[in-house]
């Protein structure tokens, strides 16, 4: 637990210091405004702090500028890898690939918590 609280201030620090070198980011403010409850609902539901959501969201999004963001609501550069919804198409590691689409932001940040806590791929950071 100690390193995960230390990990969480590391990130939460390194956020800080990047927005004061921005001048305070208007548009990162904005986001974390709009999102931050969000953010926190999913904390309380599946452990996932909402600092590191918000900070993940903010990068992969663009601050909820980048074209996912604005055509899926896609937040968190989530790709489709058997998704039944809605769908977008976006240049990433390659051309034309496919991305999960969002009716709603919430919709993207539940299923990044979902993504998180089921896949494989990320269980051994909930032993930090």
């Known amino acids: 637990m100690r390193h995960f609280i230390r990990i969480t201030l590391l990130l939460l620090v390194s956020l ?3 927005s004061q070198s921005m001048r305070k980011n208007a548009a990162y403010e904005r986001y974390i405004g ?15 702090p909402a600092s590191i959501t918000l900070a993940q969201g903010l990068i992969e ?7 996912l963001a604005r055509k899926g609501n896609n937040h968190f550069g989530i790709k489709c890898h058997g998704w039944q919804g809605r769908k977008v198409y ?3 590691d390659l051309s034309g690939e496919c ?4 009716a709603t932001a ?5 299923d990044h918590s979902m ?3 089921k896949g494989r791929r990320y269980q051994s ?4």
Do not use: N, P
């Not at 991305?99 to 969002?102: G, H, I, K």
């Not at 950071?125 to 930090?128: A, I, Q």
């Open 106 to 110: 919430r919709q993207s940040y539940e």
């Open 61 to 67: 999004s663009g601050a909820g500028q980048s074209e």
């Open 34 to 48: 709009r999102y931050a409850e969000i953010a926190v609902e999913q904390m309380k539901l599946h452990g996932i």
């Open 99 to 102: 991305f999960r689409a969002y």
């Open 90 to 92: 976006h240049d990433d």
């Open 115 to 117: 993504f998180l806590v």
């Open 16 to 18: 800080q210091c990047y």
């Open 125 to 128: 950071l909930f032993s930090l």
